[in-house]
């Protein structure tokens, strides 16, 4: 295999990058950015060695414990729990929340084999215990498993007598009712609210 | 700036990736794909480093002269012209054309600094005048500076009395009239031929 089928073969590990595409940017780094792709792949070699996961609240970091858990300026009486560090940085740029993280990596999916160890859920239960934590923000995903996540740190969080509080559901901002699935607006419309006066 | 950043940052060179789909390649890496991270670190350092243009026809190679130039079973006296080494792998890969190529790696743009010499046609120049070859297929894309290219090129190919030849132009095999844009129609109307009997 010559270095540039090997390149385009490794090109495919990115999501959503087929042959076609791993083709283009193979042929778009030779041409145009060898100093680029240097950098990436010495970015990436980096990245891979040295990122692991924060002690205290599992999203990557590349110190023991993240910048967000060793902030002395945050509030240790909320904890919210996401799914992955994508919806955490989501969460970050767009709310103005001041609390802390504990990030699952992922949802309760036994037949899968990912089951409450392997969300860092002992970890979890442990932080909870220190008896800090006023209020456990839970912002799983609205699916399924999302769901049964929920329900599960649901009654963790009561036996700590924390208590858990869940993300509204209901018609997106800017959301056209016509073209909002049926669940969403059903739920919607079920818990409508009296308009203040 | 943290590693992730920076990962973020370099991913962002490939062509089509803005910063969601960085982060979201980024992520995809660190959570699922540590060992395809590496081996994709590994290849793009070597192929930055290692390929280089074929001394004769200027395509991608990590040799001095590419297996295509070199090989022994290929017709000295077909040379086909295309523009990219992208160009070159569609035509090896759907016509059964067993001569050699010549890849300009852009097309004339006088205005963009891209003249004769950046094409390499002294090269070809010199190519010509070897005395083997007796057709060049001129495979430049259908542009207005494609065409430009492709009529310097015939005048080069005159000059050292070899036959140019150019790609035909007309409907797409299963493409429908109706869809067809209007120069390739009034083109493939005005160049209509006998039906062979």
Known sequence: MS???ELVEALRVLPGV??????????HLLERQRTGGKRLARALEEAMQRIGHCERCRTFSEEVVCSLCSSASRDDSLLCVVETPADLAALESATGYRGRY???LGRLSPLDGRGPRELGLDLLDA???EGQIKELIIATSATVEGEATAHYLTQLARRHAVQPTRLAHGVPLGGELEY???GTLAHAFGSRHHVPS
């Open 102 to 104: 504990f990030v699952l």
């Open 18 to 27: 087929g042959q076609k595409s791993a083709q283009r940017m193979a042929w």
């Open 127 to 129: 932080r909870l215990s």
């Open 180 to 182: 909002i699935d049926r």
């Open 3 to 5: 270095l540039l089928e």
